[in-house]
Protein backbone atom coordinates (compact mmCIF):
# COMPACT_ATOMS: atom_id res chain seq x y z
CA UNK A 1 0.00 0.00 0.00
CA UNK A 2 1.33 3.66 -1.01
CA UNK A 3 2.90 5.67 1.40
CA UNK A 4 3.90 9.27 2.50
CA UNK A 5 7.33 8.95 3.45
CA UNK A 6 9.35 11.25 5.63
CA UNK A 7 12.77 11.41 7.33
CA UNK A 8 14.23 11.60 9.83
CA UNK A 9 11.76 10.37 12.01
CA UNK A 10 13.49 12.06 15.26
CA UNK A 11 15.50 15.13 15.25
CA UNK A 12 17.01 16.95 18.30
CA UNK A 13 18.85 20.57 17.72
CA UNK A 14 20.37 23.51 19.60
CA UNK A 15 18.28 26.56 18.88
CA UNK A 16 20.00 28.96 16.23
CA UNK A 17 20.57 25.90 14.49
CA UNK A 18 19.29 25.22 10.81
CA UNK A 19 17.25 22.00 10.43
CA UNK A 20 15.64 20.42 7.03
CA UNK A 21 12.80 17.89 6.95
CA UNK A 22 11.98 15.96 3.79
CA UNK A 23 8.76 14.43 2.43
CA UNK A 24 8.18 12.09 -0.52
CA UNK A 25 4.21 12.26 -1.01
CA UNK A 26 2.14 9.53 -2.73
CA UNK A 27 3.22 8.53 -6.47
CA UNK A 28 0.41 10.72 -8.84
CA UNK A 29 -0.92 12.91 -5.75
CA UNK A 30 -0.22 16.60 -7.10
CA UNK A 31 -1.25 18.62 -3.46
CA UNK A 32 1.55 18.50 -1.05
CA UNK A 33 0.85 19.95 2.64
CA UNK A 34 3.27 20.88 5.63
CA UNK A 35 1.54 20.73 9.12
CA UNK A 36 2.91 21.55 12.60
CA UNK A 37 1.53 19.69 15.58
CA UNK A 38 2.43 21.32 19.12
CA UNK A 39 1.64 18.24 21.73
CA UNK A 40 -1.93 18.07 22.60
CA UNK A 41 -3.15 20.08 19.80
CA UNK A 42 -4.77 19.47 16.11
CA UNK A 43 -2.63 19.95 13.11
CA UNK A 44 -1.85 23.56 11.98
CA UNK A 45 -1.42 23.60 7.88
CA UNK A 46 1.88 25.66 7.18
CA UNK A 47 1.93 25.51 3.75
CA UNK A 48 0.41 23.88 0.74
CA UNK A 49 1.67 23.13 -2.53
CA UNK A 50 -0.26 22.41 -6.45
CA UNK A 51 2.07 20.25 -7.99
CA UNK A 52 5.12 22.79 -7.87
CA UNK A 53 3.44 26.19 -6.66
CA UNK A 54 2.46 27.55 -3.05
CA UNK A 55 -0.74 27.69 -2.80
CA UNK A 56 -1.23 28.49 0.77
CA UNK A 57 1.54 29.71 3.07
CA UNK A 58 -0.38 32.19 4.96
CA UNK A 59 0.89 30.70 8.36
CA UNK A 60 4.50 29.96 7.69
CA UNK A 61 6.64 31.88 9.69
CA UNK A 62 8.51 33.04 6.46
CA UNK A 63 11.10 34.65 8.64
CA UNK A 64 12.34 32.02 9.57
CA UNK A 65 10.69 28.86 7.53
CA UNK A 66 11.19 27.79 3.93
CA UNK A 67 9.66 25.40 1.95
CA UNK A 68 9.89 23.71 -2.21
CA UNK A 69 8.71 21.34 -4.43
CA UNK A 70 11.05 22.21 -7.10
CA UNK A 71 9.91 19.41 -9.40
CA UNK A 72 6.15 18.86 -8.40
CA UNK A 73 6.73 15.53 -6.42
CA UNK A 74 8.83 15.25 -2.83
CA UNK A 75 9.24 18.40 -0.59
CA UNK A 76 11.80 20.01 1.94
CA UNK A 77 11.12 21.90 4.88
CA UNK A 78 13.52 24.02 6.47
CA UNK A 79 14.06 25.91 9.77
CA UNK A 80 16.67 28.46 9.98
CA UNK A 81 17.51 29.41 12.30
CA UNK A 82 15.50 27.25 15.14
CA UNK A 83 13.69 28.70 18.20
CA UNK A 84 12.77 26.78 21.43
CA UNK A 85 9.01 27.03 20.50
CA UNK A 86 9.78 25.04 17.08
CA UNK A 87 9.41 22.25 19.46
CA UNK A 88 6.44 19.90 17.91
CA UNK A 89 5.88 17.37 15.44
CA UNK A 90 5.88 18.36 11.30
CA UNK A 91 3.37 16.10 9.54
CA UNK A 92 3.59 16.01 5.81
CA UNK A 93 0.17 14.98 3.92
CA UNK A 94 -0.28 14.78 0.26
CA UNK A 95 -4.16 13.86 -1.52
CA UNK A 96 -5.14 13.76 -5.05
CA UNK A 97 -6.49 16.82 -5.73
CA UNK A 98 -6.48 19.24 -7.98
CA UNK A 99 -6.59 23.40 -8.13
CA UNK A 100 -10.17 24.15 -6.59
CA UNK A 101 -11.12 20.87 -6.02
CA UNK A 102 -12.52 20.27 -2.75
CA UNK A 103 -13.34 16.75 -0.30
CA UNK A 104 -10.58 14.89 -1.05
CA UNK A 105 -8.97 12.85 2.18
CA UNK A 106 -5.43 13.38 2.91
CA UNK A 107 -3.15 10.95 3.62
CA UNK A 108 -0.40 11.53 6.51
CA UNK A 109 3.12 10.79 6.67
CA UNK A 110 4.38 9.19 10.11
CA UNK A 111 5.96 12.83 11.30
CA UNK A 112 9.00 14.09 12.14
CA UNK A 113 9.17 14.85 15.81
CA UNK A 114 11.34 17.84 16.58
CA UNK A 115 12.99 18.86 19.14
CA UNK A 116 14.82 22.34 20.26
CA UNK A 117 16.86 22.76 23.03
CA UNK B 1 -6.24 29.18 14.16
CA UNK B 2 -8.26 26.28 14.60
CA UNK B 3 -12.28 26.22 13.49
CA UNK B 4 -12.85 22.58 15.33
CA UNK B 5 -14.29 22.28 18.56
CA UNK B 6 -14.04 18.82 19.87
CA UNK B 7 -15.68 17.54 23.12
CA UNK B 8 -14.80 16.23 25.38
CA UNK B 9 -11.16 16.72 25.64
CA UNK B 10 -10.91 13.13 27.50
CA UNK B 11 -12.88 10.22 27.31
CA UNK B 12 -12.39 6.82 29.23
CA UNK B 13 -14.81 4.23 28.41
CA UNK B 14 -14.90 0.00 28.64
CA UNK B 15 -14.59 -1.87 25.85
CA UNK B 16 -17.65 -3.24 24.32
CA UNK B 17 -19.06 0.32 24.91
CA UNK B 18 -19.83 2.91 22.17
CA UNK B 19 -17.96 6.14 21.95
CA UNK B 20 -19.29 9.41 20.87
CA UNK B 21 -17.21 12.69 20.54
CA UNK B 22 -19.16 16.35 18.82
CA UNK B 23 -16.76 19.21 16.40
CA UNK B 24 -18.37 22.04 16.60
CA UNK B 25 -17.05 24.48 14.02
CA UNK B 26 -17.82 28.40 13.01
CA UNK B 27 -17.75 29.08 9.29
CA UNK B 28 -20.34 27.14 6.80
CA UNK B 29 -18.39 24.37 5.60
CA UNK B 30 -17.46 21.98 1.79
CA UNK B 31 -16.99 18.72 4.04
CA UNK B 32 -16.08 17.86 7.28
CA UNK B 33 -13.70 15.03 8.09
CA UNK B 34 -12.45 12.47 10.77
CA UNK B 35 -9.48 11.26 11.45
CA UNK B 36 -7.67 8.93 14.13
CA UNK B 37 -4.16 9.33 15.44
CA UNK B 38 -2.06 7.09 17.50
CA UNK B 39 0.01 8.17 20.07
CA UNK B 40 2.95 9.55 18.19
CA UNK B 41 2.44 8.73 14.36
CA UNK B 42 0.64 10.23 11.81
CA UNK B 43 -3.01 10.97 11.15
CA UNK B 44 -5.50 8.53 9.71
CA UNK B 45 -8.71 9.39 7.47
CA UNK B 46 -11.98 7.90 8.72
CA UNK B 47 -14.56 9.10 7.06
CA UNK B 48 -15.55 12.17 4.88
CA UNK B 49 -19.18 14.11 5.23
CA UNK B 50 -20.48 16.35 2.43
CA UNK B 51 -22.35 19.54 3.79
CA UNK B 52 -25.60 17.84 2.04
CA UNK B 53 -25.51 14.73 3.79
CA UNK B 54 -26.55 14.57 7.07
CA UNK B 55 -24.96 11.11 8.19
CA UNK B 56 -22.83 8.57 6.63
CA UNK B 57 -21.54 4.69 8.37
CA UNK B 58 -18.51 3.09 7.67
CA UNK B 59 -18.13 -0.69 9.46
CA UNK B 60 -18.44 0.72 13.01
CA UNK B 61 -18.35 4.37 12.49
CA UNK B 62 -21.22 6.62 11.83
CA UNK B 63 -20.84 10.22 11.52
CA UNK B 64 -23.89 13.14 11.55
CA UNK B 65 -23.69 16.50 10.23
CA UNK B 66 -26.03 19.42 11.01
CA UNK B 67 -25.39 22.54 9.49
CA UNK B 68 -28.11 24.60 10.61
CA UNK B 69 -26.21 23.86 14.31
CA UNK B 70 -22.20 23.90 12.84
CA UNK B 71 -21.87 20.52 14.51
CA UNK B 72 -21.02 17.24 13.95
CA UNK B 73 -20.70 14.14 15.86
CA UNK B 74 -18.55 10.36 15.59
CA UNK B 75 -19.94 6.89 17.06
CA UNK B 76 -17.62 4.44 17.86
CA UNK B 77 -19.87 1.19 18.53
CA UNK B 78 -18.48 -1.67 20.00
CA UNK B 79 -15.43 -0.09 20.95
CA UNK B 80 -12.10 -2.15 21.55
CA UNK B 81 -9.10 -1.10 23.25
CA UNK B 82 -7.31 -0.79 19.47
CA UNK B 83 -9.63 2.23 19.09
CA UNK B 84 -7.46 3.87 21.39
CA UNK B 85 -6.67 7.15 20.04
CA UNK B 86 -7.22 10.84 19.58
CA UNK B 87 -9.98 11.94 16.84
CA UNK B 88 -9.36 15.14 15.36
CA UNK B 89 -12.37 17.00 13.26
CA UNK B 90 -11.16 18.78 10.06
CA UNK B 91 -13.36 21.46 8.24
CA UNK B 92 -12.98 22.05 4.31
CA UNK B 93 -14.36 25.71 3.85
CA UNK B 94 -12.92 26.65 0.39
CA UNK B 95 -10.92 25.79 -2.46
CA UNK B 96 -7.60 23.80 -2.66
CA UNK B 97 -8.96 21.03 0.05
CA UNK B 98 -7.43 23.45 2.89
CA UNK B 99 -8.64 21.49 5.81
CA UNK B 100 -8.72 23.27 9.42
CA UNK B 101 -8.31 20.81 11.97
CA UNK B 102 -9.65 21.13 15.77
CA UNK B 103 -7.92 20.28 19.19
CA UNK B 104 -9.50 16.47 19.08
CA UNK B 105 -10.55 14.15 21.62
CA UNK B 106 -8.85 11.31 23.55
CA UNK B 107 -9.99 8.14 23.89
CA UNK B 108 -8.70 5.73 25.78
CA UNK B 109 -10.85 2.01 25.89
CA UNK B 110 -9.94 -0.43 28.67
CA UNK B 111 -10.00 -4.14 28.07
Known amino acids: EAEVAQSPRYKITEKSQAVAFWCDPI?????LYWYRQILGQGPELLVQ????????DSQLPKDRFSAERLKGVDSTLKIQPAELGDSAMYLC???????????????FGPGTRLTVL | SQQGEEDPQALSIQEGENATMNCSYK?????LQWYRQNSGRGLVHLIL?????REKHSGRLRVTLDTSKKSSSLLITASRAADTASYFC???????????FGAGTRLAVHP
Open chain 1, 93 to 107: ASSFGTSGRTGNEQF
Open chain 1, 27 to 31: SGHAT
Open chain 1, 49 to 56: FQDESVVD
Open chain 2, 27 to 31: TSINN
Open chain 2, 49 to 53: IRSNE
Open chain 2, 90 to 100: ATDSGGYNKLI
